[in-house]
């Protein structure tokens, strides 16, 4: 049986990396009690998947974790048992059941939301500045950046891959971009080209930047994009 969690991740234990999350959580099931599924074969591991590695430094509220159990009785119950072996920072909020067909969460991820806030008296401008800044970046017909790999580095136009972004009351900037596999868009890397572009004051240390969710696409090429919230895919 496949079980989707969404969790989040602030705090001190923003950096802390991926590979140990995922040893964390397995020792946290085996505490809860949770009936995980292992694979077989002479090196048995259990059956989890993360849907996106989070950077260092970076906090969520909207992670998640596929798994296989062999069987659960109460997924509330399950919930707060899990949350009992949780450290400060790492919260669990939901467990939802997956029918057997569908995919895993890594394998469909099309686009995230980031929210970006600046360290006290860091902000790059004022907010009526960075409003401004901001609605000039995005109705530039394209973005152009070089883009850099392990084995190499191209040029880009990464506007279509910013679906909105905007200046939020409270003086963060919220962003959905695409996320996946196939095409990945790194929250630093549109704040560095939005400083870049708009003469913006450019301070990595300044920014504090936080996943809120994972989306899938649902959409084809007669309805357009159509993004679904990893966790709606669960009941």
């Not at 029918?99 to 895993?104: F, R």
């Not at 995230?112 to 800044?133: I, N, S, T, W």
């Not at 704040?191 to 084809?220: F, H, I, P, S």
Request: hydrophobic residues 40%; negative net charge.
């Amino acid at each position: 049986m496949k079980l989707r969690m969404r969790f989040g991740k602030e705090g001190i234990v923003k950096f802390i990396g991926h590979l140990d999350i995922m040893r964390y959580f397995q020792k946290a099931f085996r505490r809860a009690n949770v009936d995980i599924t292992y694979s077989q074969g002479y090196h048995p591991h259990p059956c989890l998947s993360f849907a996106s590695p989070l950077g260092v430094g970076l906090e969520s509220r909207g992670e998640y974790l596929d798994m296989e159990v062999n069987s659960f009785d109460d997924l509330e119950a399950m919930k707060n048992a899990v949350n009992a072996q949780m450290v400060e920072g790492i919260v669990v909020y939901s467990i939802r059941h997956l029918p057997d067909q569908a995919k895993n969460a890594m394998s469909i991820i099309a686009a995230a939301d980031y929210e970006v806030g600046f360290r006290e008296e860091m902000a790059p401008c004022e907010a009526k500045q960075l409003k401004a800044a901001v609605e000039s970046f995005m109705s530039r017909p394209e973005i152009r950046v070089i883009k850099k790999t392990k084995k190499s580095e191209r040029e880009i136009d990464i506007r279509p891959l910013i679906y909105k972004m905007v200046v939020e009351e409270n003086g963060k900037i919220f962003m959905q971009v695409a996320a996946g596999s196939a095409t990945n868009l790194k929250p630093e890397l549109v704040m560095q080209t939005l400083c870049r572009l708009e003469n913006l004051e450019e301070n990595d240390y300044a920014w504090l930047v936080t996943r809120c969710d994972m989306y899938a696409d649902k959409g084809n090429e007669q309805t357009g994009r159509q993004l679904v919230s990893l966790e709606d895919f669960a009941e």
